[in-house]
């Protein structure tokens, strides 16, 4: 019997582990936002009930649920780790915020961005350097990008809270679109 929960236990740690490195190399670990710099973060998009926020890299989810719960929006997590997706599922479900709240379990790299308003990011300078393309070639002219601590390479903030380390980003008019290029096939328009 100890062996058998000796196995069930080391067997466990290891999943758990392989998920925190995967997470880890394919864009950042996991450590939470405080929920004052949320709720800054959320402000300085001005968020509002007609936004559509996604947080890439969701965690347990403290950034959806504040978007939904205050500020109205509907609200997309993408989370690699399949055990905080379990949490913030279930997070989402006590608030009774799943008309409103939706938490997808993936890469936010292979994730169709293109009807977020908000997006919201706490990742590392590495994953801003490989997003910056997809977000501005996915999200539409207008659309908010907000980044806690790290920032993009070649893409000037409009506004910054250096107190907070937070910065704002908004996505500039696309390039004009001949016929035989799509917004996907598109170059990034250079900002
Ligand atoms: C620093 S935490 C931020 C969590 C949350 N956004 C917050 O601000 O509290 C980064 C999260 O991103 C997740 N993550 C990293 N790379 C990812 C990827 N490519 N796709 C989905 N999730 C990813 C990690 O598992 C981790 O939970």
């Given at each position: 019997m100890t062996v058998l929960?000796?196995?069930i236990t080391i067997v466990s740690v290891s999943i758990l582990g392989v998920f925190l490195l995967w997470s880890t190399s394919i864009g950042a670990g996991w450590q939470p936002t405080s929920r004052t710099k949320v709720r800054k973060m959320l402000e300085m998009c001005g968020v509002?009930?007609?936004d559509v926020v996604y947080d890439l890299g969701s965690g347990d989810g403290r950034i959806i649920v504040e978007a939904a719960?205050?500020?109205r929006a509907r609200a997309v997590g993408v989370e690699a780790d399949p055990i905080r997706v379990i949490l913030s599922r279930f997070v989402v479900g006590t608030n009774m915020l799943k008309d409103q709240v939706r938490v997808v379990w993936g890469n936010f790299f292979h994730i169709d961005l293109s009807e977020a308003t908000v997006v919201t990011l706490f990742l590392s300078q590495g994953a801003n350097r490989k997003l910056k393309a997809k977000l501005l070639s996915e999200l539409r002219p207008g659309a908010r990008v907000v980044?806690?601590?790290w920032t993009f390479d070649?893409?000037?903030p409009?506004?910054?809270d250096s107190d907070d380390d937070i910065s704002l980003y908004v996505v500039p008019p696309h390039e004009r679109l001949?016929?035989?290029r799509t917004a996907a096939t598109a170059?990034?328009?250079s900002v």
């Open positions: 929960l000796a196995w509002g009930p007609s719960k205050t500020y980044s806690y601590v070649g893409w000037s409009t506004s910054t001949t016929p035989d170059a990034p328009h």
